[in-house]
Nanobody, 119 residues
Framework: QVQLVESGGGLVQAGGSLRLSCAAS????????MGWSRQAPGKQRELVAG???????NYADSVKGRFTISRDNTKNTVYLQMNSLKPEDTAVYYC?????????????WGQGTQVTVSS
């Protein structure tokens, strides 16, 4: 079994910062891509940022220049540093990890952590 546990969410004022963490544990051979998505009330889940095993990153246009994704492969952990937060960043944030299997990969998801940005 594999578990992803997120932490770091909370309530922050607009312009503030938060750092999310997501640690993977369990039967892990290797982790390929990792990422963060978010889902606001009444909206579809959207990709926020992703990072490959080699460290290449990609971001949603709405967070470029404000959010930074990183990972520590020794700890099987992915981070999301969120700066200059806006009320529209309010959402439940989910991390994901693509784990190598005997054939192909399988994507695992965390349980989500709430981020609320007040104006």
């Amino acid at each position: 079994q594999v578990q992803l546990v997120e932490s770091g969410g909370g309530l922050v004022q607009a312009g503030g910062s938060l750092r999310l963490s997501c640690a993977a544990s369990g039967s892990i051979f290797s982790i390929r891509a990792m990422g963060w998505s978010r889902q606001a009330p009444g909206k579809q889940r959207e990709l926020v940022a992703g990072i490959t095993s080699g460290g290449s990153t990609n971001y949603a246009d709405s967070v470029k220049g404000r959010f930074t994704i990183s990972r520590d492969n020794t700890k099987n952990t992915v981070y999301l540093q969120m700066n200059s937060l806006k009320p529209e960043d309010t959402a439940v944030y989910y991390c994901n990890a693509d784990l190598a299997q005997a054939i192909g990969t399988r994507t695992y998801w965390g349980q989500g952590t709430q981020v609320t940005v007040s104006s």
